[in-house]
């Protein structure tokens, strides 16, 4: 009996350490099982709310294009009373999309602006290293829209408080940024900046919370202007019902179509593709 006593003992508590070691395997594996769940869905979300990855190498395919071209800023003739803007607010399908729905504007180009690469593909630019944005240049007729609605516009459809980023898209070439062609756009813009800033200065959350929130937006002169590959054209027109359309840009759609009736396009307008 004296000799058991100690193999029993010595039995109950491997088997002890033996269920503990078991817990604490299936804890782990619980855990990592989440974590994994977790991690899927990220991901899954990420992938309807990020611009399709085949892109890139698609870029990658096509880094030359002969629709494509560097226009100096405000140089080149835009034809009888146009103007250009130039404006970054993210992903340049997303601007795009927006002003072409506005009356007077003849013509939208996505494209590149602000880098230090005199050849910017659409690979080069997210990689960050060219320093360029996403824009888009708005060839507008100002006696049919004037500058500063396009600056109302600009403000609405995306969030100039969030720096290098709209959403999941993340980047310097996200970046809120207008671009002056002319001395009277650089005073309008700073003065609509300000305008903007203080309007959010004064948000509060339900009423009291206050949400102010620094406008990040850059204002500086346009140098150039490189026009994005030409897959890059009108692409919600081309591809509404990806779910990166889907869930960005017709948002965008509904509330300029819902805030800005007044400068709506009508179906006669003359558009230039």
Known sequence: GKVAAPALLAVITLVSVSSAVSAQKT?????????????????????LTRRPSFLADYSRAHTRDSNRGALAGGGEVLGANL??????????WC????????????????????????????????????GHAEVVAVDFNPEVIQYEDL????????????????GADVGTQYR??????TERQVRDAILSLETEQTRRANQKLFGCIPMSRKVVTEI???QEFFSAESYHQNYYQKAPYIPYCAVNIAPKL????????????????????
Request: proline letters at 3%.
């Open 151 to 166: 600056l109302k516009v600009f403000w609405a459809v995306h969030d100039p408080t969030t720096l290098n980023r709209q």
């Open 254 to 273: 509904a509330k300029i179509r819902s805030n800005f009736r007044k400068l709506l396009r009508e179906a006669s307008d003359e558009y230039d593709d």
């Open 83 to 92: 103007e250009r803007a130039v404006f970054g607010g993210g992903c340049f």
């Open 27 to 47: 804890a782990r594996l619980q855990k990592d099982t989440m974590v994994s769940a977790v991690a899927g869905r990220r991901r899954a979300h990420c992938s």
């Open 95 to 130: 601007v795009e999309a927006v002003f072409r729905e506005l009356r007077g504007v003849k013509n939208v180009i996505s494209g590149y602006a602000g880098g230090k690469d005199q050849n910017p593909t659409y690979d080069s630019v997210c990689s960050g290293k060219t």
């Open 176 to 181: 809120s940024v207008i671009y002056t062609t």
């Open 220 to 222: 500086e002169p346009l």
